[in-house]
């Protein structure tokens, strides 16, 4: 089955800063992979999603997100951080029997630093 | 277009008594699945229902949880005989289909805490 791995469960930057949320996938080539953001006390809104096709997938709010297969990588970036982007942050991927029942990371938890 | 609503946002129970939680898909979406985060974790698959069937419950514990999706009403999430273990927020989440395409959109979650 389809796994992700969110290394890092904290991370801080300062306010106008690059923000670069890692995440990983199990070595066999997923056919989706998404990233989702959670606000406190808020369910889950999809930020991005690859598909197929260009590998630099941009998101809303700013957000992107490259498929590199060689790193077996999904990582999350943004050139400045903004305060309101400090949220909780999910990799996911979906299952591979054909529908969508999604696999999450662990979560990273983003602090902005004013 | 509403979004996926869930009911209650907060929920209170004692050890013993039963939660019910409701959730209510986007127009138009009949398939439905239920996730759990527990404090510190990740979201963790529950059920992924259709109407009037159960598709795959596999991340369902055995005992006292059951889900339902009716072809009137919302979907139904059923605890029976909360216990502490079970605080934890439960979201629902719908699609219109299952493509991998497909978006999944959440609904603002149901906490649960077990006195």
């Known amino acids: 089955a389809q796994s992700v791995t969110q290394l890092g469960s904290h991370v801080s930057v300062s306010e106008g800063a690059l923000v670069l949320l890692r995440c990983n996938y199990s070595?066999?080539?997923?056919?989706?992979l998404f990233w989702y953001v959670q606000y406190p006390n808020q369910g889950l809104q999809l930020l991005l999603k690859y598909t197929t096709g260009a590998t630099l997938v941009k998101g809303i709010n700013g957000f992107e997100a490259e498929f590199k297969k060689s790193e077996t990588s999904f990582h999350l970036t943004k050139p400045s951080a903004h305060m309101s982007d400090a949220a909780e942050y999910f990799c996911?991927?979906?299952?591979?029997?054909?529908?969508?029942?999604?696999?999450f990371g662990t979560g990273t938890k983003l602090q902005v630093i004013p | 277009n509403a979004g996926v609503m869930q009911n209650p946002r907060h929920l209170v129970r004692r050890r013993g008594q039963e939660a019910r939680l409701r959730c209510s898909p986007m127009k138009g979406h009949s398939h439905v699945y239920w996730y759990r985060q527990l404090p510190e974790e990740g979201l963790k698959f529950m059920v992924y229902?259709?109407?009037?069937?159960?598709?795959?419950e596999s991340g369902m514990p055995k005992e006292r949880f059951s889900a339902e999706f009716p072809k009137e009403g919302p979907s139904i999430l059923r605890i029976q005989q909360v216990v502490r273990g079970d605080s934890a927020a439960y979201f629902c989440?719908?699609?219109?289909?299952?493509?991998?395409?497909?978006?999944?959109?959440f609904g603002p979650g149901t906490r649960l805490t077990v006195l």
């Open positions: 229902l259709q109407k009037e069937n159960i598709i795959d």
């Open positions: 996911a991927v979906p299952y591979s029997g054909g529908y969508q029942k999604v696999t």
């Open positions: 070595s066999s080539v997923p056919p989706y």
């Open positions: 989440a719908s699609s219109p289909g299952t493509a991998g395409t497909d978006t999944q959109y």
